[in-house]
């Protein structure tokens, strides 16, 4: 396992989104937010041209990350399961076969129904172990 999900299951998660969440809703002096922003889009290379708005009308951290994209920006997978967000995985385990949950994000438990789509058979997959691609 490497060290960063090691540091990460050390972490008060539940805390630290609080925190996070507040810092990201504010408008901070001398626009501190957009060069945050404009800081980790050069980092991350975030494709600002997907977006649906034009930068500007961002007014916190916030808005820019949870921005709407263009129609048609990214083409969804034509599959039953497809994940929604551009993100990673740091939780493992095994899929508890008898009630079909697993823990996934910041300690909460989820069941597979949760999160497949209504008319799924989510009984193929108790017993089966989730493994994060890092």
Aim: charged letters at 25%.
């Amino acid at each position: 396992m490497s060290f960063s999900l090691n540091v990460l299951r050390l972490l008060p998660k539940n805390h630290l989104s609080r925190v996070v969440g507040y810092a990201v809703r504010r408008r901070w002096p001398f626009n501190l937010h957009t060069s945050i922003r404009d800081a980790f889009i050069s980092a991350y290379k975030v494709n600002v041209g997907e977006a649906e708005l034009k930068l500007t009308a961002y007014s916190t951290l916030g808005d820019f990350f949870i921005r709407r994209l263009k129609p048609n920006a990214r083409q969804i997978a034509d599959s039953e399961l497809v994940c929604p967000v551009d993100g990673k995985a740091t939780e493992r385990g095994q899929i508890e076969s008898k009630a079909g949950t697993l823990t996934q994000v910041k300690g909460m438990p989820y069941t597979l129904k949760d999160l497949l789509p209504k008319d799924s058979d989510s009984a193929q997959f108790f017993g089966g172990f989730l493994s994060p691609s890092i």
